[in-house]
């Protein structure tokens, strides 16, 4: 399909206004429970510096914060070089409304060269295909649920909220856009947040939840995520701790030739 | 000891030079290969938040990216809130000299309270004691290596750069101020950096490193640093990936009573 029209593209669309702003929207179908899902403001601010005209190199890491609901509406960007250097760039970004700073981010870019490289960790194992796994089916969630193609080995989104604290919060899963869109490094960004707060898969019981601060490091060049084109990208995803208000989630994204395309880092505020 | 007589404080002392704004410096006993130990510059970042006026909260995430090498000598620092809501606080922070920016970074701070809480992930079982270990030396180390007593259970840095590549670079340790400090905030997210580069011990060569951009988590509240006081925390620190010119590396830094006092992840670039 053309992505000009996919529903992620009119959510990362940025109208210049002058330089280093950007004038950017809310999009029904990437809502959460309240204002836009997490993973579509990272895309949003990351594509801001993507598309500036000194951007150098591409994706090696993104912090996003969190500071205020972002309201559904229009938004203002501005994405500023803090420094350029010969194979790194460093991005400042904030995102406001009304003049509030709704969000901040930090990016950094650099061109790659070919070194030794050598995986050290590697995605689990006898995880059955994608195509094998039923599409998750979420009645009543938020439209950002149904813009991903999710199917959970592990770690689903429980079907019950009887309280049940479990041993652990660990998801395997394969995710893709829906509908399919060839990955690229805005859509990893977002993708990076595509899991249900470890405290939900943890306790089993509802809570309160908001990403704060949330780091991707990206392992894949444009080249992987061109091979990986439109299919099934397989996710885990843990949490290490849960602690008066906060709990921390480390996820991974891999190829499905089992290539390291993203770890992300999260902590979210929860309030029972 | 008093702590301002420590070397700790000493590195991380400020100036206010007006609103928003610091005056620092570098110091010898945090010197890397070239510049400032990138952990002392987390710390002094982190610390103009903490010496602010209008700080509310203590950390909860903190992220530094390392935009140019910083020159022996003075620096100016920038630490501006950038949204104050009811529990949280959001800073951006710029690190300058001669008004080319060499670091920035983001903080969020928070005010706690008590919910249920949990851990998920546990301590290396089986470390023995730090006092049943050796310190490490290593004679011609920069600066910095003195300035914290490392005693490692595994993933030391190697005795001969043999280029034997290692099938993980997996670091046990436990780590402490030299001379000892109790432990706060500032001196935690300077310790999150205090492991040797992950590829030094993959590979056993040397190869040009230099982080990238470095996240860490704050588990731990005031409290818990309290009782922590001067004794070694137990860290861990692993990789997922090395891949054309960059590497990432979580690590988490425990209590010696294992509780997750932070977990931090950086993406490291390097060079053959």
Chains 1, 2 share one sequence.
Do not use: K
């Amino acid at each position: 399909m053309h992505t000009d029209s996919h529903p992620f593209d009119a959510a990362i669309r940025l109208v210049p206004e002058g330089e280093n702003r950007y004038r950017g929207g809310t999009a029904a179908a990437y809502g959460n429970m309240v204002g836009p899902y997490g993973g579509i403001t990272c895309a949003v601010m990351l594509q801001a510096v993507l598309a500036h005209p000194q951007r150098q190199g591409d994706p090696i890491a993104l912090t996003v914060n969190f500071a205020a609901p972002i309201a559904d509406g229009v938004f203002d960007i501005e994405a500023r070089p803090a420094r350029t250097n010969r194979s790194t760039q460093h991005w400042t970004v904030q995102l406001s409304q009304q003049d509030a700073i709704a969000a901040t981010a930090t990016a950094v870019l650099a061109t790659r060269r070919e070194t030794w490289s050598a995986p050290e960790a590697a995605p689990p194992s006898q995880m059955p295909p994608a195509s094998t796994l039923e599409r998750t089916s979420l009645p009543g969630a938020p439209a950002w649920v149904r813009a991903y193609d999710l199917r959970f080995v592990e770690g689903g989104m429980p079907t019950s909220f009887d309280g049940r604290e479990q041993p652990h919060s660990r998801t395997e899963a394969w995710v893709r856009d829906d509908p399919p869109r060839p990955l690229d490094f805005a859509s990893l960004a977002a993708l990076a947040d595509s899991f249900f707060p470890r405290i939900f898969l943890r306790r089993r019981t509802f809570a309160l939840v908001g990403t704060v601060s949330l780091t991707t490091f990206f392992h894949a060049d444009a080249t992987m995520l061109v091979e990986q084109a439109d299919r099934h990208v397989l996710c885990t995803a843990r949490a290490l701790n849960f602690r008066n208000g906060f709990f921390d989630q480390s996820a991974e994204i891999w190829s499905d030739d089992a290539r390291l395309l993203a770890s992300s880092h999260q902590i979210v505020y929860y309030r029972e």
